[in-house]
């Protein structure tokens, strides 16, 4: 599955190739970023998998998912900071709701932390809404957490 989107390709991950992309992408974006094991061990899950963006043959940013019978809960998403605000999200986002989500599963759930406002403005644009707070959701900082959610029915 390849999707394209003007000059970006969207695919799903794979694990031996894309884990030093994903260990980059999260140095270069959290205080506290992911090693390759984290990653190993979240993709080796098989409830789990995720999506890679690229332009040409440079990975931008990356998408993890876990997906349930009835809803796909995002993981977490990540973007190269020089290569924001050109359609990497958004196109990591529109892949997995075209793919992820159907007829019994049309819910693509989020937690978003109550700091991170750049987020929550993505997450809005993407069209999901914040549906509750979860008091000290974040175990490392005791921030809430934003619950959001896109649904297919109210697409
Ligand atoms: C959130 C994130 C993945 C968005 O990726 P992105 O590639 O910059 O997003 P896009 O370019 O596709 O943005 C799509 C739309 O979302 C909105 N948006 C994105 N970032 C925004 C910001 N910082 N402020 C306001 N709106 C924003 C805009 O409407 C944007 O469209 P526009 O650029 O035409 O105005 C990226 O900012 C990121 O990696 N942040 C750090 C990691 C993080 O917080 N991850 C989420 C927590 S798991």
Redesign the pocket.
């Known amino acids: 599955m390849k999707t394209k989107s003007g000059k970006l390709t969207v695919r799903p991950i794979q694990p031996v190739l894309d884990i030093k992309h994903l260990v980059a992408i999260d140095a270069s974006?959290?205080k506290a970023p992911w090693t390759a094991a984290d990653f190993s061990a979240f993709l080796d899950q098989h409830t789990c998998n995720g999506y890679v963006v690229e332009k040409g043959n440079k990975v931008l940013?990356y998408l993890l998912y876990e997906a349930a019978k009835h809803s796909v809960y995002l993981h977490?998403?990540?973007?190269f900071p020089a290569?924001?605000?050109?359609?990497?999200?958004?196109?990591l986002i529109n892949c997995a709701v075209e793919n992820l989500l159907k007829k019994a599963r049309k819910v693509l759930h989020?937690d978003?932390?109550e700091t991170?406002?750049?987020?929550q403005?993505?997450m809005r644009?993407?069209k999901f809404r914040a549906v509750s707070v979860i008091p000290e959701y974040y175990e490392d900082t005791h921030e809430d957490s934003f619950r959001m959610e896109f649904r297919l029915d109210t697409k």
Do not use: D, I, P, W
Request: aromatic share 8%; hydrophobic share 35%; charged share 15%.
């Open positions: 974006c959290y940013g977490s998403m990540s973007v290569a924001r605000r050109q359609g990497a999200g958004r196109s989020t978003v932390r991170n406002l750049s987020c403005l993505f644009a993407m």
